[in-house]
């Protein structure tokens, strides 16, 4: 059979065979149809108009791609970096930005690789990562403080406060029977729980130890919560995660620390005490090491749209998104 | 009772209780997710994107049309990669070291670990194709998600073409058909319903997927667009919503509402987790649906 013939056999059925239609089936038909039709056109004439005349609105037609911001990296920046692109987003019709999480080491690695546009860290970027991507520039966007936790089956006594030197012990050993308290008030811990992902939550905790070592054999969990679940699903566990995490939640106990021997009490491990030591940097109302940066990092300098969002973040407006997540925002402390 | 007879009783009843517990715990995890998503299930969560919403969750249309998008693009992408390549392995390539090798190196793709496929993925699609792919994208996921899901349709395509009885098959050159037209009115209808499984089997795993989806999609809180965009760095000069723009996707929502227990609701997370059964079986029933007509035997 040629194509010819099965083409005109294909067709056939269209002519053949064919039976009146009532007249008024056929009409309510095209009823149907022409109503879905203008509705349909409507819809999208609306949705069209609506559209340019957003764009309009922002006067930057000529150009309607660099619109679009993309953030990615640490799961400590991301909530914030939703809350403030939200915002941003509500003053400026027609701007999109879209945030991802990561982890700060994501967020910097794909910067430099110019993936994203703007990378989330929630520390400095390292010495290797400036080798490797040397154009990356940092804007300091807010603050944060990495606090220990603990189950509520663990035993505190008073101020519960435990030694920088057991935490360098148990952490380095994997040994938890070294969390004692500095003055014995802290028992109970049977395991220990680090993060599984390169994160600057670890970073910072890492930094903080005597000799900078989390032994291998510690379980890892998933960003800032997956600890916090962790801790609170072990009674007798004890681990390290942000501020903004572990405020306020439900079956932890946030614990003190003696640090070279000044105490920081558990009760004064708040939001109050760790904004004046991220704006003085004394030691005087937190371990100074345990406060870090919360960083937006962009390859080379940002460019005017980036720019208006990183202004946009460090501005006094931006504060109440900060303070929404536990966090503090750069006009707080700078 | 003699001892075969008691043998047989006591497997017949770890069967019994093998099934029992299965089906326990498929309605103990589906009941516990419906009935912890009840305080977030409402019309106005299915079909408010993110974006919409004060905070962070809300709500979860862009997810849903996400999942929607990936999973059923990168199943008609693989189906036909799948199915050509059984057909290929099946009736016109010589049984040798070759097609062995080539089965062996699918059973290899089928058992590679999808974080794997994810960061290829990332390197190639999203780095090194950007200026195809338009980087984090719908066409990026879809690509990784279709390596993902091709060799469960193709083995699936390749066990069922393995059950057309040769007798139909030789009874249609005997009637004087080609090859192409035995394979296409004989073999493959009557294989479909075995294709349809394994289409199905690749859709709830483009579905459920979320490292590949994450590393190659990305993740945004907006619904997708269709529109054309001017766009320096991309071929021709121009962005095509949604296919170069990011996508959201079910099992993400569902991660972010652990991610951020302080900030999202923890019913959020069990609504989208829902929602994404819900979702696969619709998809399920709809494939079925359309191409169970087609089938013979």
Known sequence: MNIGTRIKNLFAGMWENTRAVSPIVATLVLVVVAITGAAAVGTIMGTFSSDVSEQSNTGELASASSTEILIAGSTTVQPVSELLAEAYMDEHQGVKITVQGGGSGAGISSVGLDIVDI????????????????????????????????????????????????????????????????????????????????????????????????????????????????????????????????????????????????????????????????????????????????????NGEPNSMEQAFITFAMSPGATTHFEECGYFAITQFA | MNERTLEGNIFKAISYIAAAITLLALIGILGRITLEALPSLSLYFLITPESNVPGLGGGIANAIAGTLLLSLLSTALATPLAVGTAVYLKRYAKPGILVRAFGFLLDVLAGTPSIVLGIFGLLFLVYYMKFVTGGFSLIAGTIALTILILPVIERAAEGAIDTVPLELEEASYAL??????????????????????????????????????????????????????????????????????????????????????????????????????????????????????????
């Open chain 2, 176 to 297: 004087g058909a080609s090859k192409w037209d035995t394979v296409r009115r004989i073999t493959v209808p009557f294989a479909l319903t075995g294709i349809l499984t394994g289409m199905v089997l690749g859709i709830g795993r483009a579905a459920e997927e979320s490292a590949v989806v994450i590393l190659t999609a990305g993740y945004t809180q907006f619904l997708p667009e269709f529109k054309v965009l001017p766009r320096e760095g991309l071929i021709f000069g121009m962005k095509i919503y949604p296919f170069q723009d990011l996508t959201a996707a079910l099992p993400i929502t569902v991660y972010r509402s652990f991610e951020f227990p302080h900030l999202i609701p923890a019913s959020n997370g069990f609504a989208a987790a829902f929602v994404l059964i819900v979702v696969v079986m619709l998809i399920n029933a709809a494939t079925r649906m359309l191409l169970w007509r087609s089938r013979i035997g």
């Open chain 1, 119 to 298: 990378g989330a860290a929630s520390r400095n970027p390292k010495d290797p990562e400036l080798e490797k991507y040397p154009n990356i520039v940092t804007h300091k966007i807010g603050g944060s403080a990495v606090v220990v936790i603990a189950g509520t089956g663990v035993t505190v006594v008073g101020d519960g406060d435990i030694d920088s030197g057991e935490l360098n012990t148990a952490y380095e050993d994997n040994d938890p029977s070294a969390i004692t308290g500095a003055a014995g008030n802290v028992s109970g811990v049977s395991t220990l729980y680090d993060r599984a992902e390169e994160s600057g939550t670890e970073d910072t905790f890492r930094k903080f130890l005597d000799n900078k070592t989390i032994n291998d054999g510690i379980t890892g969990h998933t960003g800032n919560a997956g600890v916090l679940a962790a801790v609170q699903g072990d009674a007798t566990s004890l681990g390290f995660v942000d501020f903004g995490f572990a405020d306020g939640a439900s079956d932890i106990q946030i614990l003190g620390i003696l640090d070279d021997g000044k105490l920081y009490p558990a009760a004064e491990v708040d939001a109050d005490h760790l904004e004046d030591e991220l704006k003085n940097e004394d030691g005087e109302n937190y371990v100074t090491a345990l406060t870090r940066p919360l960083n937006y990092i962009t």
